[in-house]
């Protein structure tokens, strides 16, 4: 039995939402150790930006995240400020 190649992935356009979601989440890696947790804030606010998924203060609580060194209204409060530069 053989293991195969993963399949290759593509890069989003630095244009796109999905990459300006993913690179907002980025920006408080300090404050988001897991990288499965940024990923998936990430997903949750490009479905936001979208007009599909909740606001950060309530993605965050739901999203059920290690968050470390800040409160989770602070860190909600951060990201909606980055979010209105973003739109």
Same mark, same amino acid.
């Given at each position: 039995? &053989? #293991?195969?190649?993963? @399949?290759? #992935?593509?890069?989003? &356009? $630095? &244009?796109?939402?999905?990459?300006? *979601? %993913?690179? /907002?989440v980025e920006q408080f890696?300090? %404050?988001? @150790?897991?990288? +499965?947790?940024? +990923?998936? /804030?990430?997903?949750? /606010? =490009?479905? =936001? ?5 909740? @606001? ?9 995240l290690n968050i470390e060194? !800040? #409160?989770?209204?602070?860190? *909600?409060?951060? !990201?909606?400020? $980055? ?5």
């Amino acid at each position: 039995m &053989s #293991t195969l190649l993963p @399949p290759k #992935t593509r890069e989003f &356009s $630095e &244009s796109s939402q999905e990459k300006k *979601a %993913y690179n /907002l989440v980025e920006q408080f890696a300090e %404050y988001l @150790p897991v990288a +499965n947790d940024r +990923n998936r /804030l990430g997903f949750g /606010l =490009y479905k =936001y930006l979208e007009g599909e998924g909740d @606001p950060p203060a309530v993605l965050l609580k739901s999203s059920k995240l290690n968050i470390e060194g !800040i #409160t989770l209204d602070e860190l *909600a409060k951060k !990201i909606s400020d $980055e979010l209105e530069k973003l739109k």
